[in-house]
């Protein structure tokens, strides 16, 4: 029965729902509350009503109807301590589950309500948390621990015990499928009272936490994960020992979408600390061990930090790494040869050469050339298929070519154009073509073997290749030398170079290059001085005769009109040479 100190009719009502609940139609135990107050008095008689010898069926009754009092309502001095002896031995493990859990669900309740009040109760309390083991009472523990704490913001009278405690309940507490409530908890525990926390206790955490990261495909525990993990290395110190498993956890959590933001804030304040050297050496390890060869994602999410961190849009300023030190690492993680690792190597140093290429030095370079190279045959052996790939491959070579023809290129030359040429068939014109221009400069009379490139030069850009404007470029390149040193090498030019390479033009489909071919032709023909010159006029008198082999005349187009052109002024000048 409950009885308000006021005679008002709500409260006859309760009073008489408590008689009629507890089967006495007058007196029994009373519980007055105080609406001045809003007090809750514990009485003697509701104390015998839940204690040890009332019947357990009452009890747990009672304890329910009192439970929302207790966590509505402040309770007198003393009364949470009455109320606790009365009810404990409802937590002997040979109690029923039942009885357990309805006396930690109104503990919980309790420690709620009365909260600001508890004093050294809270250390009692923690101490039942503690050494109460009974494993079908884990999830209303845990809840009491919560309230206990207040979700792990106040620790009062158990500071040092907390820490050790948690560490050790966690894989039970993970086993129990409790992860996100853990995780909850663990933020604020760090966030507010990280001073309490031994390193091998942080350690612990942090370990565990990283465990849960693991698994991407749980994508709410990733996320209070995360929180966790910059908890520590914002209130508190990330052991060292930790640094490699906090790290890891990183590198796999960027490569989920809904996380890649924040695992590059929390990166990048790791690496703002004084572990930030330490960080990417070890992200570099990771790139270069053999036990990780088959593990995509992780190494994609080092390449993808180390890149970022050291020469990204907003790079940590702090860290004194080299690219010459990191990018040897991208290269050992080209070798095993995945896809998406790959990609994010392409992404970084395409970041790297337009952003900072031209201030990369000679060493640099040699290593951004190796990886170049690498890609390059990658992306024609092993990822063919992958467009967007090839295409942010090659761009790169572009840039490169383009900062040497600006002579911001501090690497070798000789080593860039070998790999242009050794690609030229997938290159665009615009590249062979500059390509070509940089073997011309080699074929001089002053350097040794210059017959013979230019021979290699007509082969594989004049015979071999299609492109029109590739092979006028090198009949051009052939004319000038022919016009700058015909008065000493004349009769090895013609001999060697010019009748063997234009000897079939009259069969040549592209008008333009065979318009080109029979212009230099002409050239040669009006200052020839060497016995090969009847060879050459032949060629010419096959080029004036192939219109006239076609019985029917086609409408004549500006191609045919531009060969009929030719045709007619190599008629005018051979004259002379009848």
Same mark, same amino acid.
């Given at each position: 029965? @409950?009885?308000?100190?006021?005679? =008002?009719?709500?409260?006859?009502?309760? !009073?008489?729902k408590f008689k009629n609940f507890f089967g006495k139609k007058s007196g029994g135990f009373t519980v007055h509350v105080k609406p001045s107050s809003e007090?809750?008095?514990?009485?003697?008689?509701?104390? !015998?009503?839940?204690?040890?010898?009332?019947?357990?069926?009452? !009890? @747990?009754?009672?304890?329910k109807e009192v439970a929302e009092l207790v966590l509505q309502k402040q309770l007198e001095n003393n009364a949470v301590e009455a109320l606790w002896l009365a009810i404990q031995d409802l937590l002997n493990p040979q109690m029923s589950t039942e009885c357990r859990h309805t006396a930690l669900k109104f503990l919980q309740c309790l420690v709620t309500g009365q909260f600001d009040r508890l004093g050294i109760n809270r250390a009692i309390f923690f101490r039942l948390v503690n050494n109460h083991t009974v494993e079908e009472d884990l999830s209303p523990r845990f809840d009491l621990l919560k309230a206990l704490s207040e979700n792990g913001k106040d620790i009062t009278y158990f500071e040092e015990e907390l820490g050790p405690f948690l560490l050790e309940w966690t894989p039970e507490v993970l086993h129990a499928n409790k992860e996100c409530d853990l995780l909850s908890l663990l933020v604020n525990v760090i966030k507010f009272n990280a001073c309490y926390l031994d390193e091998e206790i942080i350690s612990g955490f942090v370990h565990n936490t990283c465990v849960i990261c693991s698994h991407p495909k749980n994508e709410v525990n990733i996320e209070v994960a995360l929180k966790v993990l910059d908890a520590v290395v914002c209130y508190s110190c990330l052991p060292v020992d930790s640094l490699h498993h906090f790290i890891e956890a990183l590198c796999r959590t960027v490569n989920v979408e809904k996380f890649c933001q924040t695992s590059w804030k929390l990166m990048r304040n790791l690496l703002g600390t004084h572990l930030g050297h330490s960080g990417v050496y070890a992200?570099?390890?990771?790139?270069?061990?053999?036990?990780?060869?088959?593990?995509?994602?992780?190494?994609?999410g080092a390449v993808f930090f180390v890149g970022m961190a050291l020469w990204g849009s907003k790079r940590v300023t702090s860290l004194r790494h080299t690219p010459t030190s990191v990018l040897p690492s991208f290269l050992k993680a080209l070798d095993r040869s995945h896809m998406i690792v790959s990609y994010e190597v392409v992404l970084s140093i395409s970041r790297l050469?337009?952003?900072?290429?031209?201030? @990369?030095?000679? &060493?640099?370079?040699?290593?951004?050339?190796?990886?170049?190279?690498?890609?390059l045959q990658q992306v024609h052996d092993q990822y063919c298929g992958n467009e967007s790939l090839y295409d942010?491959?090659?761009?790169?070579?572009?840039?490169?070519?383009?900062?040497h023809e600006s002579n911001q290129f501090h690497g070798s030359t000789e080593r860039l154009f070998e790999i242009v040429e050794h690609w030229t068939n997938q290159r665009p014109e615009s590249s062979v073509l500059r390509l070509i221009t940089y073997k011309a400069q080699v074929i001089h009379p002053t350097k040794e073997g210059w017959i013979k490139h230019l021979q290699q030069l007509m082969d594989k850009y004049f015979k071999q290749d299609t492109r029109t404007s590739i092979r006028v470029k090198v009949l051009n390149?052939?004319?000038?030398?022919?016009?700058?040193?015909?008065?000493?090498?004349?009769?090895?030019?013609?001999?060697? &170079?010019?009748?063997? =390479?234009?000897?079939?033009?009259?069969?040549? =489909?592209d008008v333009e290059v065979r318009n080109v071919a029979?212009?230099?032709?002409?050239?040669?023909?009006?200052?020839?001085?060497?016995q090969r010159c009847m060879e050459i006029l032949n060629i010419m008198q096959k080029v004036i005769c192939r219109p006239m082999e076609s019985p029917v005349t086609p409408p004549i187009s500006p191609e045919r009109s531009e060969e009929r052109r030719v045709g007619k002024e190599c008629r005018s000048r051979w004259s002379p040479y009848h």
């Open positions: 029965m @409950i009885e308000n100190m006021s005679d =008002q009719a709500p409260k006859e009502s309760l !009073r008489q007090e809750f008095l514990i009485t003697e008689e509701l104390l !015998r009503g839940v204690g040890a010898d009332a019947p357990t069926g009452q !009890r @747990i009754k009672i304890l992200m570099c390890c990771i790139l270069e061990d053999r036990n990780h060869t088959n593990d995509a994602p992780l190494l994609r050469i337009k952003k900072y290429g031209h201030n @990369i030095e000679m &060493v640099t370079w040699d290593v951004l050339l190796d990886i170049l190279e690498k890609l942010e491959v090659h761009d790169i070579l572009s840039s490169v070519e383009t900062l390149i052939l004319s000038f030398i022919l016009s700058s040193t015909r008065h000493i090498y004349e009769d090895d030019l013609i001999e060697l &170079v010019v009748l063997p =390479q234009l000897s079939h033009i009259v069969d040549e =489909q029979v212009q230099l032709l002409v050239d040669v023909a009006l200052d020839c001085h060497t």
